[in-house]
């Protein structure tokens, strides 16, 4: 599990008073303030993220926008500030940093707004805060409108030199083509070490394919070691190649050096040994996710299909000594045998997609997200499909697999909050953070169609604990505004 500590208390030895908080957590509410955005930063506890006033009266939790003092830009109408949040150590102090997508800053052209972490009682510091741009401080460029720069965002080591680096989806380049932009990280901050941020697009040298319009590559990301190899290797999601029937590059890590793309690797459902076709709309590799799905000391790929047969659908490629392989792969949907729930038109099984130990075995479960799912006849109120992490490999039949959505009972000793109701878009996003100390993370759901306190989509997002947290009244800072999509992103880990 990366380091999600922003404050440096989970270094605290065990056993003491209070509590080590060993993650804390960003949720983006990307329609905040007519769209211009806003995060929200919370601490991790024992007992899940701490909200409401501390003894000193003040709130636990941190509410940033562009327009908070000490933030580079200006919020503006449709910036979309949180559309993308992602937590890692960029400058190796051991304490955990986040980025935020910004991707309709600057008609669409887009941004990157980057908060370091510091050791005390505070969260993410605002002073210093960074803006990275397309075609500034060694960014390649030129910067055009339409871009998205930041829509996507995943973390990893890609230069195997011990600080976590940033990964830029900018899927509106070039007419929708898209591009990815890799930034290193250093002991001084992202982007200002040695190493140069490269560009990587079906267009560059050593990437398969071709670059055309409405590919949207980097529309999704993320890192995983496939090899075993102690390097992280960058998985791009292209979803809208060949008529949207989609596919993913896969790129490898280099020790101590660039990614240059030498030795990518593209994958679809047209690749030998993949279970399916690439059919027109069926948008493979909108989400993706990578962990041990397998305890083979790889890891291993799980790629979101929401368009397969109109319902959705998930596919699994394993890790090997050579990386990826389609040799035993599967491909699960709600009309696989064995599994909860009934395919329907729409669901989006497989639009948002974790991976990560929730279960405390040897294997890591993967999470996800059905959230146009129907339930209890209300339509769109959203599911999430958990698969359990199987000593012997995953497994979608019997007890391996579970359905839960609002109407769920419980989850493990906890009460499901909330009622399934039209809209809700439960599990329309997803992400996994070790809150309480060593072991097993907390899985986080954010349901950004919920109606709070009669207020249409403002947002809420629920946790492991049986906790559901919005900004109503005084636990959270911020406004509770119509369509404020709390909860549309949530920071999702990555590796340091």
Not at 163 to 172: K, R, S, V
Not at 378 to 396: H, K
Request: proline letters at 6%.
């Amino acid at each position: 599990m990366p380091n999600q500590d922003m404050n440096g208390d989970g270094s605290q030895p065990p056993n003491i008073w209070p509590e080590p908080d060993y993650g804390d957590a960003v949720v983006g509410a990307p329609g905040e303030n007519h769209a211009a955005g806003a995060i929200h930063v919370f601490h991790g506890s024992y007992m899940g993220l701490a909200v409401g006033p501390n003894d000193e009266g003040d709130n636990e939790d941190q509410w940033i926008r562009q327009d908070t003092p000490g933030v580079a830009g200006g919020s503006e109408p449709n910036d979309r500030f949180g559309a993308a949040v992602v937590t890692g150590d960029f400058n190796g102090d051991h304490c955990a940093d986040a980025a935020v997508g910004v991707p309709g800053e600057d008609g669409n052209a887009g941004a990157v707004n980057v908060f370091y972490g510091f050791n005390g009682d505070g969260l993410l510091g605002t002073t210093g805060n960074k803006m990275l741009l397309e075609g500034t401080a060694s960014i390649p460029g030129p910067r055009h409108t339409g871009e998205r720069f930041g829509s996507g965002l995943a973390i990893g080591d890609l230069n195997d030199d011990g600080i976590t680096d940033l990964a830029i989806g900018a899927p509106g380049e070039g007419g929708a083509a898209g591009a990815v932009f890799v930034v290193y990280g250093n002991a001084a901050g992202l982007n200002a070490g040695p190493t140069h941020a490269v560009r990587l697009a079906q267009s560059s040298p050593l990437i398969p394919g071709a670059s055309e319009a409405s590919d949207r590559f980097g529309a999704s990301l993320t890192v995983g070691d496939f090899a075993g190899d102690g390097i992280d290797d960058l998985a791009i999601g292209v979803p809208g190649e060949d008529s949207n029937s989609g596919s993913v590059a896969v790129v490898p890590g280099g020790r101590g050096a660039a990614l240059t793309g030498a030795g990518s690797k593209v994958w679809s459902q047209n690749s030998a040994g993949i279970i399916g076709a690439a059919e027109p709309n069926d948008r493979f590799g909108t989400a993706l996710g990578a962990g041990a799905v397998t305890p083979d000391g790889r890891e291993d790929l799980v790629v979101g299909v929401p368009g397969e047969n109109g319902s959705g659908a998930i596919a699994i490629l394993f890790g090997s000594a050579t990386g990826l392989t389609s040799a035993r792969d599967e491909f699960w949907s709600q009309n696989t045998a064995g599994v909860t729930g009934t395919a329907e038109a729409g669901d989006q099984f497989g639009v948002t997609v974790v991976v990560g130990d929730i279960g405390r075995t040897a294997a890591e479960e993967v999470v996800v997200g059905v959230p146009r799912d129907r339930v209890s006849g209300v339509p769109a109120a959203g599911a999430i499909q958990i698969f359990w992490g199987q000593t012997t490999g995953p497994s979608a039949a019997g007890d391996a697999e579970e359905l839960l959505s609002q109407d769920t009972s419980s989850f493990g000793e906890w009460k499901m909050p909330g009622v399934a109701e039209t809209g809700d878009k439960f599990g329309a996003s997803l992400a996994m953070v070790n809150m309480g100390g060593p072991g097993a993370a907390e899985l986080l759901i954010g349901a950004p169609g919920e109606t709070v306190a009669g207020v249409p989509h403002a947002g809420v997002i629920q946790t492991g604990f049986g906790q559901a947290v919005s900004t109503r009244g005084f636990d959270v800072e911020g406004p509770l505004e119509p369509d404020g999509a709390f909860g549309a992103a949530l920071g999702n880990p990555g590796r340091p």
